[in-house]
């Protein structure tokens, strides 16, 4: 449990952290990414055939190192809304049979030149674990199996022989599959009722299950407080022996997914909107339990998580899909990304995975141009944590004044608080207290009382900050200090504050 106390803006405010207060495993796949084929993410991003930075199978390998660098654990792909018809069989084998087609998602020309093998081969050098979608707009459930069967199988059937044909021998052991995207939404081609999405992914997962069983199956959803979570979770999160070879330990569902991209050009209320994740998250949560407690799924069965697959600050109409989303971020929007890292490490209880959209060049803090690769803002945030917001979350104790003005979404005031300072801990394996503070306001620094910090510890300081929330710049440092017998320590205005100590 994260605790927050509103106290008066002229009150000192205090932190408290107990690294025996243990809330959560924190999910290495909370730092997943995410590869569409949509504006330059695939062609121009991971993959640049002839560009003197790509390697001999045309992947950049600037590119390929920020991944390394970033630790990324799991990437999604090949969409998204590109995969609503997406046909895999159009991606493999000879590049010079591969058919080029219209795509439907972004309105391009498909050329097919990267798909499945080279994804997975990418993968590999990355070192991190694919995560496919499943085309539920035009592809059928045959597609699906015969995708599965190409990736993981090790038998002699058509498919599998199919990869070994195309060079590859060793299945590739493609664990993680989610049951389409966004199938929700208007601009979906395919798009269903929640009757007909929950009909189908249910059947699906069964038989998906069969031909693999040690496949982990995603369900689509929409935000989580919605009528369309409530009802898929209700009907697909249940007990069924069938598909599961009378297990009682496993389920056809493993992850529910939920998609949520927050963004204004209002410093505060872009820093605030991922608060509205964390109540998503919380009601999602519920909505979970409380389907296992009237399907009668047994506790034998792992409570299933969500599966955040899409995450980020993202403004379409100031950076439209159809135009590649290139992003410029600022300052404010590497605070909001901030926020939203603190977000999952509060919730880890309920976080299986999370995957920012996107990784490179498409709503994202990784750019690439043909001579390099650029780091927006929303990289040091999504660096500092990946590198060391890992192991275990911690409950924290918060005391200190509160934004008290107009949120996006509006429905946040009332549903949750939103702090000046926000907070969250970890509990790294070596025993480290990693101390997130994302001091949100523009131009106060707030001194503050942090209790839990041993009077003389040897403290790492690292910072995320700038000269301006609507700048295009942030600035990354790391010190050391002292903790001084006080335990007063000043977070500056509009920063991101690491703390690193042995308790
Ligand atoms: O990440 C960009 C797009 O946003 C994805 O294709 C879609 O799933 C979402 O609407």
Excluded at 8 to 16: K, L
Excluded at 124 to 152: H, K
Excluded at 184 to 202: D, I, L, N, S
Excluded at 397 to 404: A, N, R, S
């Amino acid at each position: 449990m994260t605790s927050f106390t509103r106290i008066p803006d002229e009150e000192r405010p205090t932190i408290s952290v107990d690294p025996q207060q243990i809330i959560a495993t924190i999910e290495d796949n909370t730092y997943g990414g995410f590869t569409e084929h949509m504006g330059r993410c695939i062609y121009g991003g991971i993959y640049d055939p002839g560009n003197p930075l790509s390697d001999e199978n045309g992947f950049r390998k600037d590119v390929i190192e920020a991944m390394k660098e970033l630790k990324v654990p799991v990437v999604r792909y090949p969409g998204g809304n590109f995969v609503a018809t997406y046909h895999w069989l159009d991606g493999v084998g000879p590049r010079e049979k591969r058919p080029k087609r219209q795509e439907l998602a972004w309105v391009n020309v498909e050329s097919n030149q990267f798909g499945t093998d080279e994804f997975l081969q990418w993968c590999e050098l990355v070192g991190t674990e694919p995560f496919f979608a499943l085309n539920f707009g035009t592809g059928t459930l045959d597609e699906a199996l015969g995708w599965v069967e190409y990736c993981n199988s090790s038998a002699d059937t058509y498919y599998a022989n199919l990869r070994r044909q195309n060079g590859r021998e060793k299945p590739y052991n493609v664990k993680y599959w989610a049951l389409g995207n966004e199938m929700w939404g208007p601009w979906q081609v395919g798009q269903m009722t929640k009757e007909a999405y929950a009909e189908r992914a249910y059947q699906w997962a069964k038989a998906l299950k069969l031909l693999d069983p040690s496949l982990k199956l995603i369900l689509c959803g929409k935000e989580g407080p919605t009528s369309w979570d409530s009802y898929v979770i209700k009907e697909c999160i249940r007990f069924d022996l069938h598909g599961l070879g009378g297990s009682t330990t496993a389920s056809l569902i493993d992850m529910h997914s939920i998609h949520i991209y927050t963004a204004s050009g209002d410093h505060l209320k872009n820093v605030t909107a991922p608060r509205s994740a964390e109540r998503a998250i919380q009601i999602t949560a519920g909505l979970i339990d409380l389907a296992r407690i009237e399907n009668k799924v047994p506790t034998t069965v792992p409570r299933q998580k969500i599966c955040f697959d899409e995450w980020n600050v993202w403004d379409p109409a100031r950076a439209p899909g159809e135009e590649g989303a290139e992003e410029a971020y600022t300052l404010s929007d590497a605070l909001a990304v901030a926020v939203w890292l603190n977000v999952f490490v509060r919730q880890a209880e309920y976080i299986g995975m999370a995957n920012i959209a996107q990784s490179v060049n498409v709503i994202s803090p990784l750019m690439t141009t043909a001579e390099g690769v650029h780091k927006q803002p929303p990289w040091w945030p999504l660096l500092l944590f990946s590198r060391y917001m890992r192991g275990k979350a911690l409950s924290v104790g918060v005391k200190c004044g509160e934004y008290q003005g107009a949120t996006h979404p509006e429905w946040i005031r009332g549903a949750i608080e939103t702090p000046w300072l926000d907070v969250s801990a970890a509990l790294g394996d070596d025993g480290v207290v990693s101390l997130a503070v994302v001091n949100i306001t523009e131009d106060k620094a707030i001194e503050t009382e942090l209790r839990g910090i041993p009077a003389g510890a040897k403290v790492e300081v690292h910072r995320v900050s700038g000269n301006g929330v609507l700048e295009r710049h942030a600035e990354v440092s790391t010190s050391e200090i002292t903790w001084p017998e006080s335990h007063a320590y000043e977070f500056p205005a509009a920063s991101l504050t690491l703390l690193r100590y042995k308790p």
